[in-house]
């Protein structure tokens, strides 16, 4: 017999790619750079075309007192968030932009 095939509701249905260890050596950009590359369907997809890169860090990791719980933006056919945690997920768009 096979799985359920009841339908997750939207906010259960996010992948996780990657958890990004903040305390590690590989840059956050660096992973997200990765990340993207498995999720689009470019030959070489280019960061910046998707976010900015430094907001982003510099919103996550609270500098100058500013912080976020989390980024999202839009990847092809994807919404891509990067939490607090450091985890990078992503969930198909049902209505891509």
């Known amino acids: 017999m096979s799985e359920s095939a009841a339908t997750p509701s939207l906010?259960?249905?996010w992948e996780t790619l990657a958890v990004h260890d903040w305390d590690g050596d590989t840059e956050l950009i660096v992973e997200l750079a990765?990340?993207?590359?498995?999720?689009?369907?470019?030959?070489?997809?280019?960061?910046d075309e998707y976010v900015d890169a430094e907001s982003l860090c510099n919103g996550?990791?609270?500098?100058?007192?500013?912080?976020?719980?989390?980024?999202?933006?839009?990847?092809?056919t994807y919404e891509v968030r990067i939490r607090q945690s450091g985890a990078i997920e992503a969930q198909r768009q049902l209505h891509p932009e």
């Open 34 to 47: 990765e990340v993207l590359e498995e999720l689009s369907t470019d030959d070489v997809p280019v960061l």
């Open 11 to 13: 906010s259960q249905n």
């Open 60 to 76: 996550l990791q609270a500098v100058a007192g500013r912080q976020f719980t989390e980024v999202r933006f839009s990847v092809e």
